[in-house]
């Protein structure tokens, strides 16, 4: 057995943006796999869909794209679209308009082989505001001014989160955070992020709200993250997919709050 690494990039609104999360997989070295990822989101698209394959542990670079595919992404209240082509492996909607409470359903041909996928796109709950903390050094934490989200949760359980966070305009690719809301459910929540900024920095923070089984997908992540990843830790369980045909990966749906705060 040998494994194999998955590059999971986080679709981000305007445009692709890969944030590159690894994830180990347990493949026989002739397994080859097609990898897919894609999000539709409530903001301006196009939206994007890479397809990719698995490769080898000591395989260097990106995955190669697969192209040549036919990709249609069709919602629940009869509307859809065939994506374009963009080069390596990448597909662009053309006219696809994401919206709070449909169903998207993904759909990929590749070589005569049919994968497919489903997500809801719930609604995101607004973000409050941005604050920040000023920490001074311990052995515990670095000095310096601490962010923190608020926005309050809807009342019902099932609510999941995931962020992304710009520092003066640069995607930190280190702070992939995940969170449902089983323990402040219908509360106003204050989510802590552990890192801090200088004064005077720009953050940008996107909140993205996405259904359970994206949920479970981006926890695998963020605990692959969170691990040390040493050589000779265990392989971590693989990450769940919603992707149909024996592909990994997943085609997700979410709705965004974006706020931006000066550190102060």
């Not at 001014?145 to 099932?158: E, N, T």
């Amino acid at each position: 057995m040998k494994k194999i690494f998955l590059y999971v990039a986080a679709m981000l609104t305007l445009g692709f943006t890969s944030c590159e999360e690894v994830i180990d997989y347990e493949l026989r070295t002739s397994d080859t796999k097609l990898v897919v990822e894609g999000l539709v989101t409530d903001q301006p698209g196009p939206y994007t869909v890479r397809l990719s394959t698995t490769k080898g542990y000591l395989d260097e670079g990106r995955p190669p794209g697969v192209n040549g595919a036919l990709v249609i992404i069709t919602d629940n209240h009869g509307n859809a679209d065939t994506l374009i082509t963009a080069g390596d492996g990448l597909y662009q909607t053309t006219k696809l308009q994401g919206t709070p409470g449909y169903t998207y359903y993904f759909k990929a041909v590749v070589a005569g082989k049919e994968y497919t996928a489903q997500s809801y796109m719930p609604t995101v709950s607004p973000i409050d505001s941005l604050t920040f903390e000023f920490k001074k050094k311990t052995h515990m934490q670095d000095e310096g001014y601490y962010p923190v989200l608020h926005f309050q949760d809807p009342a019902g359980k099932g609510n999941y989160y995931r962020w992304n966070v710009y520092i003066n305009g640069e995607l930190d690719p280190d702070e992939l955070t995940v969170l449902s809301d089983d323990i402040y459910d219908g509360n106003y929540g204050h989510a802590d992020m552990f890192f801090p900024v200088q004064k005077g920095d720009v953050l940008r923070v996107e909140l993205y709200g996405m259904d359970k089984p994206a949920y479970k997908f981006w926890y695998a992540l963020q605990e692959q993250q969170n691990s040390s990843g040493g050589p000779f830790e265990s392989t971590p369980a693989n990450a769940p997919t919603n992707i149909s045909g024996g592909a990994i990966g997943f085609f997700g749906a979410s709705s965004v709050s974006v706020i931006e705060a000066v550190a102060e």
